[in-house]
């Protein structure tokens, strides 16, 4: 309840700044994409300011997320190849449990016992 109240504490303030700026800022801009001919461009778009404004906002986030998700893509990489030796390592123990069980009582050596312990690698 608390986590809620708190949002709407931050979410309604900043819906009223955004409103009132887009209220402020309704004046027409022209935006060219002609950069040889500025007094008559091939190609333009008249617009208010804050549809301007919030479209490059837009423009940046998406840009800034495409950049981030391409920068992880190694620690992504990385975590598949970990669950799948993770995976093969369940698999491996899950054998050996099964083998270990199949040895009936008594019948194991203290050899087997020795093998089947775990030994860190020494570098």
Do not use: C
Request: proline share 7%.
């Amino acid at each position: 309840m608390t986590r809620k109240l708190v949002i709407w504490m931050l979410l309604v303030p900043l819906a009223i700044i955004i409103l009132a700026f887009a209220m402020a800022n309704r004046q027409l801009v022209t935006v060219s994409f002609d950069p040889f001919n500025s007094a008559q461009p091939a190609a333009a778009v008249t617009l208010p300011l804050f549809v301007l404004i919030f479209a490059l906002v837009l423009l940046g986030v998406i840009v800034g997320g495409i950049a981030a998700w391409m920068r992880q893509s190694r620690y992504r990489r990385a975590a598949r190849v970990l669950e799948g030796d993770v995976a093969g390592l369940r698999r491996e123990v899950a054998l050996l449990n099964d083998r270990l069980a199949a040895v009936p009582p008594g019948g194991a050596s203290p050899s087997d016992a020795e093998r089947l312990t775990y030994h860190p690698a020494r570098n």
